[in-house]
Each structure stands twice: as structure tokens, then as C-alpha cells.
């Protein structure tokens, strides 16, 4: 009963933070799309939907789900749900979004990991860990327009993160033998196709940008 009621207080969370994210986002000017091409690698499909707040501010939410394996009878996993809201600060005015920018973002995720060397969170390489992280971090990026409707984005950063799991033999299942917590650094890095989505007062920004050059 007590994992059961956990699971819907996180699903309550994740719904609002998402319906509050989106009722913003349907009130703003501008809005984009984006995919982390670096998140896909690790074979974790994600999206970040963003939205413009002011000349020079946006607001962001990032998403990504990685289910692999699915098979219990797999003693390596890597399973893991990530939320990611995160504020930019554009340099220049947000025109159509091109050029240098700051960011803050605060990031949770879900976890289930064995059997892994993952060289910035240690000591999972002979245990299974199931647990919960949070972070706050920093970070910079540049973003080149590549298209009418389209930009290329790198990013990096870095984060202090928290977590806090039991730890399992590894195996199908396991036998809990603790649980522990621990603070660690946790890299940024992105490299984002971003799709604009069409609106009048982005395609004006566009034709300026273009006749400014």
C-alpha cells in the first residue's frame, strides 16, 4: 500500500507540473520543440517544449523516459524518468531565438540501475540501486538558426544532485541488503534540433533577423 501511494503522489506531481507548464505555454507568443540528439544516444527518448516570457527570457520543461530493458531477467538496467524544468537568459532579444544563453534548471528523476559503470555516480557496478534524485544546476549554450522554422543548439553545464535509494543484489529482483543516499556532480551536455513553432509574430522576428544581416 505504502509503494502504491508513492506512485501516485509522483504521477500528481508529474501532471502538474505539466498542465501548469502548458497552460503557460498556451498563453505565450512563442513556442518551440526540441529533441537532445546526446539524451537520444543513451537510447532515452525525450522533448523539451519551451516558451518565451519576455524580450529576453524563455521558460523550458524537458521530459525523458528510458524503459530499457523491459525484462525483469536482465540483471543490467538503466531505467530511469526525468523532469527538467529550466529557466534561459538570451543575450541578445529573443528575435528568433539565436545566439548565446544562460540557464538555471532544477531536474528529478526516477531511477532503477545495476550492474553499470556510470563514472559520475559510482558504486552501481555490482549492485541494483532504485531510488530517486533531484538537482539544481547551471549551464550555457549558443544557438545557430538553420531554417525558417529550425535551430541547432549546444549546451553545457553542470549540477549538484541528491539521491536516495535502496540498494539490491544484483539479479532478476534481488534481495534488499540497504539504503543509502549520497550528493554527487552530474554533467550537462546537449546538443538540440529545435523546431519554432510557426506563429505571426515569430515569422516578422525571422524576416528582420534576415533583413538585419
Known amino acids: 500500500m505504502q509503494n502504491y501511494r508513492l506512485i501516485n503522489w509522483k504521477r500528481s506531481i508529474y501532471l502538474a507540473l505539466v498542465l501548469a507548464f502548458m497552460s503557460t505555454a498556451a498563453k505565450a507568443q512563442q513556442m518551440t520543440i526540441s529533441n537532445n540528439l546526446v539524451y537520444d544516444a543513451t ?5 523539451r517544449l519551451g516558451i518565451s516570457l519576455s524580450e529576453h527570457w524563455t521558460a523550458g520543461l524537458t521530459a525523458g523516459y528510458r ?34 544563453f544562460f540557464g538555471a534548471n532544477a531536474i528529478y528523476s526516477h531511477y532503477n540501475v545495476a550492474d553499470f559503470n556510470l563514472w ?22 549558443y544557438s ?14 553542470v549540477a549538484v544532485g541528491y539521491a536516495w535509494y535502496d540498494i539490491f543484489e544484483c539479479g532478476k529482483c534481488g534481495t534488499k541488503t ?17 523546431y519554432h513553432i510557426p506563429t505571426k509574430k515569430r515569422e516578422n522576428n525571422y524576416l528582420k533577423h534576415l533583413f538585419e544581416k
Do not use: C
Open 43 to 47: 537510447l532515452t527518448p525525450n522533448l
Open 67 to 100: 524503459p530499457w530493458p523491459t525484462s525483469d531477467n536482465t540483471s543490467r538496467k538503466w531505467r530511469h524518468l526525468l523532469l527538467s524544468p529550466e529557466v534561459r537568459y538570451w543575450r541578445d532579444s529573443l528575435q528568433v531565438q539565436t545566439g548565446h
Open 120 to 141: 559520475f555516480y559510482d558504486g552501481v557496478k555490482n549492485e541494483r540501486r532504485q531510488g530517486d534524485m533531484i538537482a539544481l544546476g547551471a549551464f550555457y549554450g
Open 144 to 157: 545557430w538558426l538553420i531554417g525558417r522554422r529550425w535551430s541547432l543548439e549546444v549546451l553545457g553545464g
Open 178 to 194: 540497504g539504503d543509502d543516499s549520497k550528493v554527487f556532480l552530474l554533467p550537462q551536455v546537449g546538443v538540440d534540433i529545435v
